[in-house]
């Protein structure tokens, strides 16, 4: 563990090596660029990229590459690399142009009609604010991507975007409250991230999972979490191995990973950063998830990053924690010893309430996606009803604002453990509630709603808009106020009466939460087409080009591209359905009946004596449900064809997949599972899920 620090960052162009390699006036002028938003010279980038290339070369690159994040929400990369004619062989140069300035195709990624296929290129451009790195050979430059007429086609620029906007509101407020010398809001992330590893064999037996990256049949085991006895439970060896290797080849990318244990499910894992800049943070859990899979296959194992491998057992998300932090160090999620007089906490505070309150169909509709679909609602994943828990210190403090009563905070309770060798400890002012979707933890909101395979990109870009929108109108209604803290409780009183309705600190999961919810007015957009039935409303479109964070024809784009998605992902899950079903089910199950057949037959053919009521009932049974099975394949073959009768608007075609398609899925899949309870495992063209879960 010594080396852990020589290792931290090696393989990353951080600030100590800029600060050994370039010149004291290009780092001083990089470093204004990174923090201040500076412009950046030319000049600069071609110190920066030579210097850049000579330690990549000593790493052993002999590529670089503009690494970007599409909106196919993974990251996509093109290699050049640095060679240069020169004379009869070459030289090794890498200029500043180079440096900031890429060029791929953009026409074959998703843009929801911004791009045609005649109309190729796109422009990739770099982004000083996260740090190069190498990896495999080639010099790893983050960057933004748009098309070739300057229209945003990635997650990256409007979260860079939402940074700038809720950065410069938040200042102007704090210095209202007399705070002057902060000079800059960052929002901070640290995105926890939930995932399975199965063994690799077993994977390349299952065609679902080589292709969904979900089971789409597959009975129940007989034992799955209910002991809850894989719940930080003792890290099995194989795991172990792999969990350190992935540790180090994180960390050697700067990579702040802290925190790994066993989850709820058998064979779910959790992996925990330290939290840093939404950029950063962003940057690296896709470098995070990456690894994660390229490092499962060293040991014959894969990582599943779905939201819902395996049906009747957690689903994996990726729980948000975001605050905002100023420049001078101060956290402003953070409450101290006394939040009744803590101003600018209560005034960040009721903007993040009012934010989440007005926009709830928006925040749901940022972690919408096919395989979150089947995750919200159970099993520690929070409802699709968007609410915000804050505990009982802090929502004892809200009610009495909201009454207008004076508030004494209860501080720190003493637990005393009993027992005279083990010390006594002060707990939290809070519980935690894992039922909710927008929680405070203490000095941060854990939005849990995320998905585990989704771009966190997107979550944030949009929670910094909804945050900073509020803090732009709390200033313009502050700002000519001469009594400020008088102003200031006024208005947070205000806010939080009106917006109280969000707020929910007790058991999401309850019937009587979905009432009582529906009573106070909040949405329940249980899957992806309700959630983008409101996605271009004219309160969300506004929101992001008022605060030009994306035009409203980027906006559209992006809505077009997820329904889009949605519609695809659903549509290759039934076909691979229908292929399993024809192919492999029918034919097994067919042949287990005929063995069964044949056994009667035999017996019956030694002596009428022989009791065959087993074989029978069982054939009759598979029979039955062979016909059924069979049945309801055609009617899925029927629901995917008839698809195409949707192919105008996308939301109808969205809404016909959830509705007929994935209905028509749900139906065969019941099914099928039933057979696989009567089929002698030999039979069964699948491992099982008691092999699956259990088999690393």
């Not at 070459?90 to 791009?115: H, N, Q, T, Y």
């Not at 194992?301 to 491998?309: I, Y």
């Not at 969000?502 to 909040?522: C, K, M, P, Q, S």
Request: contains cysteine; negative net charge.
């Amino acid at each position: 563990m010594s080396k852990v620090p020589e290792m931290f960052g090696s393989m990353v162009f951080n600030d100590r090596k800029m600060q050994e390699r370039l010149p004291r006036s290009t780092y001083k002028a990089l470093k204004k660029t990174i923090q201040d938003g500076e412009p950046l010279d030319l000049s600069v980038a071609n110190v920066v990229a030579a210097a850049m290339k000579d330690w990549a070369i000593e790493m052993g690159c002999t590529h670089y590459t503009h690494w970007f994040q599409p909106m196919t929400g993974i990251t996509a990369e093109k290699h050049d690399s640095f060679i240069q004619p020169y004379g009869d062989g070459v030289i090794m140069e890498f200029s500043g142009k180079e440096l900031i300035k890429g060029e791929p195709d953009a026409s074959s990624f998703p843009s929801g009609g911004i791009r045609a296929t005649f109309e190729a290129r796109g422009y990739t451009t770099w982004d000083p604010t996260s740090p190069a790195f190498v990896r495999d050979g080639s010099l790893y430059i983050p960057t933004a991507f748009c098309s070739y007429t300057g229209e945003v086609l990635d997650k990256k620029t409007p979260l860079l975007r939402s940074m700038e906007k809720i950065s410069t509101e938040a200042v102007k407020l704090l210095h209202l409250l007399g705070k002057t010398d902060v000079t800059r809001v960052t929002t901070t992330v640290g995105p926890e991230q939930e995932y399975f590893l199965i063994d690799r064999e077993l994977y390349n037996r299952r065609e679902d999972l080589k292709l969904t990256g979900r089971t789409l049949f597959g009975a129940k085991a007989p034992k799955g979490q209910e002991l809850d006895d894989h719940y930080f439970g003792a890290i099995k060896t194989r795991v172990a191995a792999y969990m350190k290797e992935l540790d180090e080849e994180l960390w050697k990318l700067g990579v702040l990973a802290k925190t790994k244990h066993n989850e709820v499910a058998p064979s779910q894992h959790e992996l925990a950063p330290i939290f840093s800049t939404s950029n950063i943070a962003n940057d690296h859990n896709e470098l995070t998830m990456e690894m994660m899979q390229r490092i499962a296959e060293k040991h014959d194992l894969v990582c599943l990053l779905h939201e819902k491998p395996f049906a009747g057992v957690n689903g994996s998300g990726k729980h948000n924690n975001w605050s905002l932090t100023t420049n001078t160090g101060e956290n402003l999620l953070n409450p101290g010893r006394h939040p009744e007089n803590n101003i600018s906490f209560l005034l960040f505070l009721a903007a993040t309430v009012k934010a989440v309150d007005e926009y709830q169909d928006l925040l749901r509709a940022t972690v919408a996606t096919a395989g979150n679909d089947h995750r919200l609602g159970a099993n520690e994943a929070p409802p699709a009803i968007m609410s915000m828990y804050l505990g009982d210190d802090l929502g004892a403090l809200v009610q009495a604002i909201i009454d207008g009563e004076d508030y004494v905070s209860r501080g720190k309770e003493r637990v005393e453990t009993g027992v005279g060798v083990l010390p006594d400890f002060r707990k939290d002012t809070s519980d935690r509630n894992r039922t909710s979707p927008f929680a405070f933890t203490g000095n941060k909101f854990e939005f849990r709603a995320l998905g585990s395979s989704l771009n966190i990109g997107c979550p944030n870009y949009m929670l910094n808009t909804m945050v900073a929108e509020e803090l732009s109108q709390f200033y313009v209604e502050l700002k000519n106020e001469t009594d400020m803290e008088a102003a200031v409780r006024s208005l947070v009183r205000n806010v939080l009466t009106e917006h109280q309705r969000i707020i929910f600190n007790g058991d999401n999961y309850t019937d009587e939460w979905v009432e009582e919810a529906a009573r106070r007015g909040l949405m329940n957009l249980k899957s992806l087409p309700e959630a983008f039935g409101h996605f271009m409303d004219r309160k969300n479109v506004e929101l992001f080009v008022k605060n030009k964070i994306v035009t409203e024809s980027e906006y559209r784009a992006r809505y077009e591209i997820e329904l889009e998605t949605y519609c695809k992902q659903i549509n290759i899950e039934a076909l691979t359905m229908i292929d399993m079903a024809k192919k492999d089910i029918t034919p097994a199950v067919t042949a287990f009946v005929r063995e069964l057949t044949d056994s009667a037959l035999a017996k019956k053919a030694l002596s009428d004596a022989i009791p065959t009521s087993v074989e029978e009932e069982l054939v009759m049974s598979l029979s039955n449900k062979l016909v059924c099975f069979v049945k309801k394949t055609a009617e899925l073959e029927d629901a995917v064809m008839n698809a195409r009768d949707h192919a105008g608007d996308r939301l109808e075609r969205a809404v016909y997949f959830r509705e007929c398609v994935f209905a028509r899925m749900q139906e065969l899949r019941a099914v099928g599972d039933s057979m696989e309870t009567e089929t002698a495992s030999d039979f069964w063209p699948y491992p099982s899920y008691t092999e699956l879960l259990y088999g690393v």
